[in-house]
């Protein structure tokens, strides 16, 4: 029998050759297929260039390219990546941070298929029985209807009378939201006004616009006199008519009340997904209530009172997972028989991942918007853990995000099994206890974009700590405690609190230092702290996306930009509209925006850099104008070319001063952005790097209350060094922060820890501790305080 290798087996590697991909310089390597990789290196270092912008992209855009062009049309567009050779790529899944989409009707249920075995489950077994699983679901309507069917038969067409119905779940009075609105009418329109002149106060309803002259001309009521004078009849037509077909200027239109119109366009959406002028507006005019039908269950009094051991599908989906999980296995063993068995397994086994993946905590009614980024990537998790799939290359972007010291060794479990089944893992990873599990590590850096994109180091972590590289010199650093606490200068009193999980906590969170809450993941503490401090007196800076367009970028978003279009603008005689790419100055062709979108019917829609501008964004006569002297002259698009490094230079130096530009672009470099360019747009920065972003438009506030949700998101343990001088300088300035964190490097610096558990959800939402560092390790009675003991004995 031969013993020769088979060809197939030879292709082991995934090979790289020659990626350019942003600031990549020119990498190749080779990457073990059916091991763990962890990618290492300072934020900006190129590693989700690399992982994401062009391994798992390019895997993607050949597997879309398999597909159908009417099918690749409703698909995402993706580019070539930059590189030379790319081979022995298999289908790759990227589980990200990405938050889940801000869909109302979105649960924890419905995402993850929980809720579909739930509903099954409840039409077989459920007494009484009313219907099949859409009588269970909030987002499925009760319709009938009634009326005439055309029927061939032979040579006759016969019309016979004909019925139709269908049972859902969805409560009629909320529309299955689990809340209704009530719309305070003083703040829609002014009633003293007419039609003609405009009386609408809502985002949209300008004077003259289109909006107003549906109103004005429907002829339901005069358009010449005040809102006030109208008559019931005319008010009702006004306020809440149907849907009706009207005749405006010869043109065919849809005449609708106005609540009913606002509720469509404004009030059913959610409300984190709105502008923030349409949120202000929602949040004046409009008191959300819990639907006093279904009780803010969402569904039906049929589904409401339809039973399994007398328990609802509505208290079902409102227990923590780990409770509901112990219910169904009570349920597997009264049920065996082959009807409900593979369904009740396969909830079961569904609801063990949750708890295994250390989401036990949430409950299936949790909507799914207002999950974490962590939470948002564990909950994706969860689909993969059974999967039946092999050879495939999961690719994970800091998987320990929100995870507790405690939880990680789960989380590399759920890692090592992915790969033990024969995929290939790739995990872009800061934290030491999960680049000790990889099998194969690539350090990139020395240090942030232009200055990194170079591979550092590539082989084992026993290499790496022998490596002189940035992680190699700091993987096995620890940060020691405070010799030293700050005093408080008072304190801010939290007392009763019982959002969610809390238990009546009480608790004084001292002022003019810095205090750490921590505990394990679904604790209490983001609700503790987002959900008892005044918010008029807080600046939360979390990781949240910030609102914008493509064409928005960390220079407009933190005002940056102003002072300088009025620099140049001084410099050069001329108007500072001429340096926006949104205003005056604005390529004609591609308005500003660098590309031009094409649209190709059922194809993807191609966009491909301004020929006129060359990718620039701005008119060719504007480009003439410049800033500073001799050779160090340059144009407005050369600026947002910049990165914040050699911006800050550029503004600093001799001729083209512009000290409030420096000042901001300092802040920026302060909390470790430095890399960044200032034009590029906000939908490319990580979590990590918009709240690092929002946090230093804040740096020049005078005192106040900071509030830092995890800060250290994406940060090389380097970089830690420098965020906890940051917070230092933040302190000394005069503010108090509080920091949500896991990190042990800073719980180590804090003044003040407070500590929740003991466990998650039900079993947390407690206050285990209060004190210094110090004390917390002395005491080393929480799961926290014992992996800080161990954090700075090592």
């Not at 790759?92 to 889940?100: F, G, L, N, S, T």
């Amino acid at each position: 029998m031969s013993t020769s290798r088979h060809p197939a087996d030879a292709h082991d590697v995934i090979r790289v050759r020659g990626a350019r991909e942003n600031n990549l310089r020119d990498l190749s390597l080779d990457l073990p297929k059916r091991r763990l990789t962890v990618f290492t290196g300072v934020s900006g270092s190129g590693k989700s260039s690399l992982v994401f912008g062009t391994i798992a992209a390019e895997s993607q855009r050949m597997i879309n390219e398999t597909y159908s062009s009417f099918v690749q049309g409703f698909m995402p567009q993706l580019a070539r990546p930059e590189v030379d050779e790319l081979s022995g790529l298999t289908t790759a899944i990227i589980v990200d941070q990405e938050r889940m989409g801000a869909n109302v009707r979105s649960t924890v249920g419905t995402v993850t298929d929980a809720n579909a075995y739930l509903r099954t489950l409840y039409s077989k077994l459920a007494e009484p029985h009313v219907g099949g699983p859409g009588a269970f679901s909030f987002n499925v309507p009760s319709v009938t209807a009634a009326g005439a069917m055309t029927v061939q038969k032979g040579a006759r067409t016969i019309a016979e009378k004909t019925t139709f119905s269908r049972v859902g779940g969805m409560c009629p009075r909320c529309e299955g939201m689990g809340t209704i609105s009530d719309v305070d009418l003083a703040e829609l329109y002014d009633e003293d006004k007419t039609l003609e002149e405009g009386p609408f106060t809502i985002p949209g309803y300008v004077p003259g616009g289109w909006y107003v002259k549906i109103f004005a001309s429907s002829g339901f009521y005069p358009a010449d006199k005040p809102i006030r004078t109208f008559t019931k009849r005319q008010m009702h037509d006004f306020l809440y008519k149907e849907p009706t077909k009207i005749s405006i200027d010869g043109m065919n239109m849809t005449y609708e009340g106005l609540i009913p119109k606002i509720q469509k366009s404004m009030l059913h959406k959610d409300r984190d997904a709105m502008q923030p002028h349409v949120r202000a507006f929602v949040d004046r005019a409009v008191t959300s209530l819990t639907c006093p039908d279904c009780e803010g269950t969402r569904l039906a009094e049929h589904a409401r009172t339809a039973l399994i051991d007398g328990v609802s599908i509505a208290e079902a989906t409102s227990w923590q997972i780990t409770d509901l999980a112990s219910w169904v296995e009570r349920l597997r063993e009264q049920h065996t028989s082959a009807s409900v068995a593979p369904l009740l397994g396969n909830l079961s086994a569904l609801l063990d991942s949750f708890v295994r993946i250390g989401l036990g905590y949430l409950s299936l009614d949790r909507p799914s918007g207002t999950l974490s980024g962590g939470e948002s990537q564990r909950t994706r998790m969860i689909r993969h853990l059974g999967s039946a799939l092999t050879d495939v290359t999961y690719v994970f972007d800091e998987p320990t995000i929100g995870l507790h010291p405690h939880d990680i060794a789960s989380m590399n479990a759920l890692l090592l099994s992915l790969r033990d089944k024969g995929n290939t893992v790739l995990v872009v990873e800061h934290k030491p206890e999960t680049i000790a599990i990889a099998d194969h590590v690539v350090d990139l850096g020395p240090r942030a974009g232009a200055h990194g994109g170079q591979l550092q180091y590539e082989g084992d972590l026993a290499g790496l700590l022998a490596s002189d590289s940035l992680t190699g010199t700091h993987l096995e650093r620890r940060v020691q405690l405070k010799e030293q606490v700050r005093d408080r200068s008072g304190a801010l009193e939290i007392r009763g609190a019982d959002a969610h999980n809390l238990q009546r906590v009480d608790v004084d969170v001292p002022l003019g230092v810095l205090t750490v809450v921590t505990g394990v993941a679904g604790s209490g503490k983001s609700s503790l702290i987002h959900g008892s401090l005044p918010a008029g007196e807080v600046v939360v800076v979390d990781q949240s996306a910030i609102r914008g367009s493509r064409r928005s970028n960390p220079a407009t978003y933190t005002g940056l930009l102003d002072p300088i279009r009025k620099a140049f603008a001084k410099a050069n005689g001329v108007k500072p509209g001429l340096f926006s790419n949104n205003s005056e100055g604005a390529c004609p062709v591609c308005k500003g925006a660098g590309v031009i979108y094409t649209e190709l019917g059922f194809m993807e829609t191609v966009s491909t850099p301004c020929e006129e501008c060359e990718g620039r964004r701005f008119q060719a006569s504007v480009l003439e104008h410049t800033l500073g002297e001799g050779e160090q002259a340059r144009s407005i698009a050369d600026v947002l070319e910049m990165s914040v490094e050699q911006a800050r230079e550029f503004f600093s130096s001799a001729g083209a001063e512009v000290p409030a530009a420096a000042k901001l672009l300092g802040h920026m470099e302060d909390v470790g952005l430095g890399y960044l360019t200032i034009g590029q747009p906000l939908t490319t920065l990580s979590g990590g790097e918009r709240q690092r972003l929002r946090l230093a438009t804040h740096m020049g506030d005078k005192g106040g209350i900071v509030v830092l949700d995890e800060p250290t998101t994406g940060l090389h343990l380097a970089d830690v060094d420098q965020l906890l001088a940051l917070l230092d300088r933040l302190v000394d300035s005069g503010k108090t922060l509080i920091v949500i964190e896991h990190h042990q490097a800073v719980m180590a610096h804090a003044d003040w820890i407070i500590d929740l558990g003991p466990g998650a959800g039900a079993d947390g939402g407690r206050v285990v501790f209060e004190g210094t560092p110090a004390q917390l390790v002395e005491d080393a009675s929480t799961l926290t305080g014992k992996h800080l003991r161990e954090y700075v004995g090592g």
